[in-house]
């Protein structure tokens, strides 16, 4: 099987502009959940998704909001870029509720 | 509320001894227990994890952990490094319910194999 694929690899934006990251989850898997790696911070939960509904929220501002969609792929979306949400963020798939297995990530730069 | 303490940033030993990366845990529920391996660039690699059943679990390339309900522990060992070991290690913990809850990760380990 194909694992969890994330589109783009790297991506450089400016500060106030908005961003969208995709993931692919693994065939047949229904969960879908994002997490952002900095250096300061570390690995940090932002969301999770399952059947096309977000079934918890990590402690992240507003702008960063989600979305699933009836074949299980999902998408992140930043808005009003700062430069603090420089990182690499990451999408993990479940099937059994129990186990992730992460993507290669998306490297996002905030100029 | 959970969380994960991973002792050492920083843990440096030569090829073909002993690995040893220490991960204390705190949990309201029952833990499901994990280990990743990150390498440069990359995503998380699963090592292996703990639900339920034997304490003692092997994992991918050699590794293995031991699940220690009284200690709060779920350190990794390796019998013999290899080179191709060096990366960032994390230990990660979810509540019984799963990955609904998300992973709490430790800062990571990183891994340093001295030739």
């Known amino acids: 099987k194909a694992g969890v694929t994330q589109t783009p690899r790297y991506l450089i934006k400016t500060r106030g502009q908005q961003v969208t990251l995709s993931c692919s989850p693994i065939?047949?898997?229904?969960?879908v959940s994002w997490y952002q790696q900095t250096p300061g911070q570390g690995l940090q939960f932002l969301f999770e998704?399952?059947?096309?509904?977000?079934?918890n929220k990590g402690n992240f501002p507003g702008r960063f909001s989600g979305r699933q969609f009836s074949n299980s792929r999902s998408e992140m979306n930043v808005s009003t870029l700062e430069l603090g949400d420089s990182a690499l963020y990451l999408c993990?798939?479940?099937?059994?509720?129990?186990?992730?297995?992460f993507g290669p990530g998306t490297r996002l730069l905030v100029l | 509320a959970q969380s994960v303490t991973q002792l050492g940033s920083h843990v440096s030993v030569s090829e073909g001894a002993l690995v040893l990366l220490r991960c204390n845990y705190s949990?309201?529920?029952?833990?499901?227990l994990f280990w990743y391996v990150q390498y440069p660039n990359q995503g998380l690699q699963l090592l292996l994890k703990?639900?339920?059943?034997?304490?003692l679990v092997k994992g991918i390339n050699g590794f293995e952990a031991e699940f220690k309900k009284s200690e709060t522990s779920f350190h990794l060992t390796k019998p013999s490094a290899h080179m191709s070991d060096a990366a960032e290690y994390f230990c990660?913990?979810?509540?019984?319910?799963?990955?609904?809850?998300?992973?709490?990760f430790g800062k990571g380990t990183h891994l340093i194999i001295q030739p």
């Open positions: 998704y399952f059947s096309e509904t977000q079934r």
């Open positions: 993990a798939s479940s099937a059994d509720q129990e186990t992730q297995y």
């Open positions: 949990s309201s529920v029952p833990p499901y």
């Open positions: 703990y639900t339920t059943g034997a304490t």
């Open positions: 065939s047949g898997h229904r969960s």
């Open positions: 990660a913990v979810s509540g019984s319910g799963g990955g609904a809850d998300g992973l709490t």
